[in-house]
């Protein structure tokens, strides 16, 4: 922080504020959360009176700024927002009011959203282990630098002009991967439906197809990944990341066939239904629920062939969608599955499907891998801008 503005304690900028509020058992509020590391203050939920364990709530207005007690040290603070004015909050939250003549609220959240300031909250905090607790004397001791109001309302407008051209860059570069995506849907779709193509049934190119055991694994520490959907990507498979089961239920779980490179795990049913990926040689696990295998017959489809079909919007949009729309929980019937319309060239065009496919493929991932490169310089820009600006050089 800069050290040619004032250092001002919060207790001198800060108005504690103690708004109460009786809760009436059939009246209808909405209560507050504060999420960790700057990240906002949102709505917890919508509750009746008689939900609510106290019989008084603090009122949240507006521009007031609010605080976890129990995590401040880990960022959860800001602004209360317009929309939530009028929310209640337990003990556990304290609110402050920014005193106008000292202090703008738009320069408080920002200014909060610096390391310096969760450092502020650390040290503002004490209590044993699982216990740490804010301590709103030592909090309200804390300063901040504080520049002249004309001064904060000229940082807190260039800091704004900059977070803006930072959300534009998000937002192109968003627009710039789902156009990626919607090419490869393309090129997919215009592949698959190339009225060249014959057409069977998709368990004419399968050899087996093998649900999982539909009853919830026995995990354990370590040991064997057990595929679940959220394992499962468009494309991707992350053992990595998959929980783990001993050898006595993998055993168990594989009993119908252990997976084999260029077996496809397919997601059957939830918010994931349609996801595929191949299996590659030297992956060893299980089916968890959810999760599905088709092992395919190589003497007429090749996988990488069998895996572009299946992502391809004539699969994931015409026959998996239609079956899914409507439903909380998307199910991807066995039986209806096995009917799928799949498209089948002979095997030398099979390959130059695969090699047109695998080349458009490499330039979207090739642009993935710079967008997930930019994502985090943008991430990195305004800490850096905030770093700068409160220490007197923006």
Same mark, same amino acid.
């Given at each position: 922080?800069?050290?040619?503005w004032?250092?001002?304690?919060l207790g001198?900028?800060?108005?504690k504020?103690?708004?109460?509020?009786d809760?009436?058992?059939?009246d209808?509020?909405?209560?507050?959360?504060?999420?960790?590391?700057? /990240?906002? +203050?949102? =709505?917890?939920?919508e509750?009746?009176?008689?939900?609510?364990?106290?019989s008084?709530?603090?009122?949240?207005?507006?521009?007031?700024f609010?605080?976890?007690?129990i995590?401040?040290?880990n960022?959860?603070?800001?602004?209360?927002p317009?929309?939530?004015?009028?929310?209640?909050?337990?003990?556990? %939250?304290?609110l402050?009011t920014?005193?106008p003549?000292?202090?703008?609220?738009s320069?408080?959240?920002w200014?909060?959203?610096?390391r310096? %300031?969760?450092?502020?909250? /650390?040290a503002?905090?004490?209590?044993t282990?699982?216990?740490?607790?804010?301590?709103?004397?030592?909090?309200?001791q804390?300063?901040?630098?504080?520049p002249?109001?004309?001064?904060?309302?000229r940082?807190?407008?260039?800091?704004?002009?900059l977070a803006?051209?930072?959300?534009e860059?998000r937002?192109?570069?968003?627009?710039a991967?789902?156009?990626?995506?919607?090419?490869?849907?393309?090129?997919?779709?215009?592949?698959?439906?190339?009225?060249?193509l @014959?057409t069977?049934?998709l368990?004419? +190119?399968?050899?087996d197809?093998?649900d999982?055991?539909?009853s919830?694994p026995?995990?354990?520490?370590?040991?064997?990944?057990?595929v679940?959907?959220?394992?499962?990507?468009?494309?991707?498979?992350?053992?990595?990341?998959?929980?783990?089961?001993?050898?006595d239920?993998?055993?168990?779980r594989?009993?119908?066939?252990?997976?084999?490179?260029d077996?496809?795990?397919?997601?059957?049913?939830?918010?994931?239904?349609?996801?595929?990926a191949?299996?590659?040689?030297?992956q060893?696990?299980s089916?968890?629920?959810?999760?599905m295998?088709?092992?395919?017959?190589?003497?007429m489809?090749i996988? /990488?062939?069998?895996?572009?079909?299946l992502?391809s919007?004539?699969?994931?949009?015409?026959?998996?969608?239609?079956l899914?729309?409507?439903?909380a929980? $998307?199910?991807?019937n066995?039986?209806?599955?096995?009917?799928?319309?799949?498209?089948l $060239?002979?095997?030398?065009r099979?390959?130059?499907i695969?090699?047109?496919?695998?080349?458009v493929?490499a330039?979207?991932?090739?642009?993935?891998k =710079?967008? +997930?490169?930019?994502? @985090?310089?943008?991430d990195g820009?305004?800490?850096?801008?905030l770093?700068?600006?409160?220490?007197?050089?923006?």
């Open positions: 922080m800069t050290n040619s004032p250092q001002a304690p001198e900028i800060l108005t504020s103690e708004e109460w509020t809760i009436n058992p059939t209808s509020y909405r209560e507050i959360t504060v999420r960790l590391w700057g /990240k906002g +203050v949102t =709505l917890r939920r509750a009746a009176g008689s939900e609510i364990a106290s008084r709530r603090l009122v949240a207005r507006a521009g007031r609010i605080l976890s007690r995590d401040a040290r960022g959860a603070f800001g602004l209360v317009d929309s939530l004015d009028g929310a209640v909050v337990s003990n556990d %939250f304290p402050f920014p005193r003549s000292r202090l703008l609220p320069f408080l959240d200014i909060s959203r610096t310096s %300031f969760v450092d502020i909250c /650390k503002a905090s004490e209590g282990t699982n216990r740490v607790r804010l301590q709103e004397d030592r909090f309200l804390m300063t901040i630098p504080l002249p109001l004309a001064e904060q309302r940082i807190v407008a260039r800091i704004e002009e803006a051209k930072i959300d860059a937002d192109l570069r968003q627009k991967a789902d156009e990626t995506t919607a090419v490869l849907n393309a090129t997919r779709r215009a592949v698959f439906t190339s009225c060249s @014959a069977v049934e368990q004419d +190119v399968c050899s197809i093998i999982n055991l539909h919830n026995q995990y354990a520490d370590s040991g064997v990944p057990c679940r959907s959220p394992d499962v990507g468009y494309g991707t498979l992350d053992l990595e990341g998959a929980l783990r089961t001993d050898e239920e993998y055993g168990r594989t009993v119908r066939g252990e997976p084999q490179p077996d496809v795990v397919l997601v059957r049913e939830g918010g994931g239904t349609g996801k595929c191949l299996v590659l040689a030297g060893r696990f089916l968890g629920q959810r999760v295998m088709l092992r395919l017959n190589r003497e489809v996988p /990488k062939f069998f895996l572009h079909q992502l919007p004539v699969i994931q949009e015409e026959q998996i969608a239609p899914s729309k409507g439903s929980s $998307p199910h991807l066995i039986a209806a599955l096995r009917r799928f319309s799949f498209r $060239p002979s095997l030398p099979q390959q130059c695969t090699a047109e496919l695998d080349a493929l330039k979207v991932d090739a642009l993935k =710079l967008q +997930v490169a930019t994502a @985090a310089e943008l820009l305004l800490p850096s801008i770093d700068r600006a409160f220490k007197g050089n923006l």
